[in-house]
């Protein structure tokens, strides 16, 4: 299989362009080289925010449907670039191969269903007396400044492009250095797909530099981020100096509940598989298992003994289950958080060191019996890590999963009809999702309440924090 990867540029007012300065991008399941990424200096972003304010001023006045038709010829090219950009994704990540295959997929869904959305952001005609009308329009808001997190290389930038576009803004859009090809290829299909020069903008640089100067400038309108909590709390501080809204997507630390009426095993090999996901590198991740007395020894050992199985290797390779995490920090992170919950009296009952030393490779990890007081109890571990402590019924498992400050994804095994509502009512996270460990698809709104955020991406939801309401009075006569 060809494993090229792609010379990066900037993409600004509808034109590819370098940089005097670049930072590298590294393989993480061998630590080489395998690419550059262009860092955008004062004057790109300059261009960026004078190109962003003329393309909004096209697309919010391109008919709805036409500007659909223009951000599905772009997902549909995007789709048959699949195995181009899925390649691209493992180069600079690490999942295995059929996962960034499937990363492909996602952003396309979303891509295909904020189009279709985008021509239903309806208003209102508001009931009044004889004379007058009161009409309640959905605008878009203006150029938007987006933040994309190294994660999902592909899916999470095209989440706040999808958002975007298909309300009729403009946006420039910082994606992660470290992973830089996914919103290469998203700005290479919307430029063969015709759209508007301006309209869409991509740069790269240092985090801090690029949004503390492009948030305080007059042209931005809406910031969306998604990231760690500490990053969002100082760009909302730093957005509200200038009353600019902003869409926060930020860390989780997800509960799962497992009630006694359901197959331990079953849920124990579901959960498993799941937590190797991305490497557990993902705001939804399972992690903290929260599993009922009478079935939690046989749960946690069928968890244990299925971390154990999991196939761990470069993603290229045939059958590898999960990849490398994405670099040295987030080894250094899960060395400390074992090494502090071995210091608790935690038990290990899989994985808990590093796997060699070349490539940043860790195990699916597996505590057990965590006091309250362990790190990793009230850190998102951000890796492949889970920890499962009995609980003595529905209640405690319930006071427990909120006892954090965050609340994005929370999870949940039952076949009882009247836990499944307590659950749903008791739960304080955006998501809650029972009997499966999927948090979100295309068509549903997702988001986080607490220190998870605010606002929503995707379902009908997905466009309205891109949009301003605007009321018009209209008396017939002058009174």
């Known amino acids: 299989m060809a494993t090229s990867y792609p010379d990066l540029m900037l993409y600004i007012d509808g034109a590819w362009r370098k940089s005097a300065e670049t930072l590298p991008v590294l393989n993480p399941a061998d630590e080489t080289v395998v690419g550059a990424v262009p860092v955008a200096s004062r004057a790109d972003l300059d261009d960026a925010l004078a190109a962003a304010d003329k393309g909004f001023r096209i697309w919010s006045r391109t008919a709805p449907a036409k500007r659909a038709a223009i951000i599905l010829k772009a997902a549909a090219l995007m789709r048959e670039r699949i195995d181009e950009i899925a390649r691209s994704i493992t180069l600079e990540h ?92 998203i700005a290479r299909a919307f430029h063969d797909a015709g759209l508007p020069a301006g309209v869409f903008n991509l740069v790269f640089g240092v985090p801090a530099d690029i949004s503390s100067y492009l948030i305080p400038q007059p042209q931005v309108r809406l910031v969306a981020f998604t990231g760690s909590t500490a990053v969002g709390k100082h760009l909302s501080e730093l957005a509200a100096r200038h009353m600019t809204p902003v869409l926060m997507e930020l860390g ?108 940043y490779f860790f195990p699916v990890t597996v505590l057990a019996d965590l006091p309250d007081d362990a790190r990793v109890m009230r850190e998102e571990p951000f890796g492949p890590l889970a920890v499962i402590n009995p609980v003595s019924s529905l209640d405690e498992a319930i006071e427990k999963a909120n006892a954090l400050p965050f609340g994005l994804a929370a999870y949940a095994f039952t076949h009882s009809a009247s836990n499944a509502d307590r659950l749903a009512d008791g739960i304080e996270a955006g998501n809650v999702s029972i009997n499966t460990l999927e948090a979100s698809v295309a068509e549903v709104p997702f988001g986080g309440v607490k220190d998870s955020g605010y606002g929503r991406e995707g379902g009908i939801e997905g466009l309205l924090p891109y949009t301003v309401v605007k009321n018009v009075s209209h008396r017939m006569a002058i009174a």
């Open 94 to 185: 690490g999942k295995p191969f059929p996962q960034a295959r499937l990363e492909v997929i996602r952003g396309c869904e979303f891509f295909e269903w904020d189009a279709a959305e985008g021509q239903r952001t309806y208003g209102r005609v508001v009931p009044s007396e004889p004379g007058i009308r009161y009409i309640v329009h959905h605008q878009p808001i203006g150029t938007v400044a987006a933040f994309s997190p190294w994660n999902f290389p592909m899916s999470q930038p095209a989440r706040k492009i999808a958002g975007a576009l298909a309300s009729g803004c403009s946006i420039i859009i910082k994606a992660a250095e470290e992973t830089p090809a996914g919103a290469y290829h």
């Open 252 to 359: 989780g630390h997800a509960p799962v509940i497992v009630c006694d009426d359901v197959d331990p095993v079953e849920a124990a090999v579901t959960s498993a598989v799941r937590k190797a996901r991305n490497a557990g590198q993902v705001c939804t991740s399972p992690t903290r298992f929260f599993v009922q007395e009478r079935i939690y020894r046989a749960f946690a050992d069928t968890f244990a003994e299925k971390a154990r199985t999991v196939s761990i290797g470069n993603g290229f390779d045939a059958g590898v289950e999960m990849g490398p995490l994405a670099n040295h920090r987030r080894i250094e992170a899960m060395e400390a958080l074992v090494a502090d919950a071995r210091a608790k009296g935690a038990r290990v009952l899989a994985g808990g060191e590093r796997l060699g030393n070349r490539g």
